[in-house]
């Protein structure tokens, strides 16, 4: 290399290596910050990050539906899970649309169609314990009829 140019090398064993130059020893200690561990979701309390909106339907009926609004940690988590509820039901996601809404807060909206919605035992059930486990909060449950 020319004259005052170095070259420097980070070697497998994490010591820096500058040509010309002389072996450096890597700083071992850690920041502060990082020595104690992350706090889990229950030691966070509440970090909302994302809202959702799912419209199920029987998929026979689309006039007649129940929506549920509500705030989640992680709109991958919750999709997830609601997925996983709605295929055991042998249903199928209609329309999945993620927003991003102020730079950080982020939206995601779900129609699903679930055979026996409103059936006996009804499937709601699922569907409302799916949202849970995918860490969503349920703000509101409501009714949606559209008469024609």
């Known amino acids: 290399p020319p004259r005052g140019q170095m070259i420097t090398f980070l070697t497998m064993d994490g010591n820096i ?15 502060r910050s990082m020595i104690k561990p992350m ?8 970090c909302i990050g994302a809202s ?20 989640c940690q992680s709109v991958d988590l919750l999709f997830e899970s609601v997925e996983d ?8 996601i209609l329309v999945e649309e993620r927003q ?9 909206k779900l129609t699903v169609a679930i055979p026996l919605l409103w059936g006996v035992p ?21 009714h949606q009829w559209n008469v024609y």
């Open 85 to 92: 509820a709605v295929r055991t039901h042998r249903g199928e």
């Open 39 to 46: 706090p889990t979701w229950e030691e966070q309390k509440l």
């Open 100 to 108: 991003l809404k102020s730079g950080l807060h982020e939206v995601l």
């Open 17 to 31: 290596v500058k040509v010309p130059g002389r072996k450096l020893p890597v700083l071992t200690t850690k920041p």
């Open 52 to 71: 959702f909106l799912v419209a199920a339907t029987n998929g026979y009926d689309p006039a007649r539906r129940i929506n549920v609004e509500g705030f």
């Open 122 to 142: 009804p499937t709601f059930e699922t569907l409302s314990s799916a949202i849970q486990t995918g860490g969503g909060i349920v703000h509101r449950v409501y």
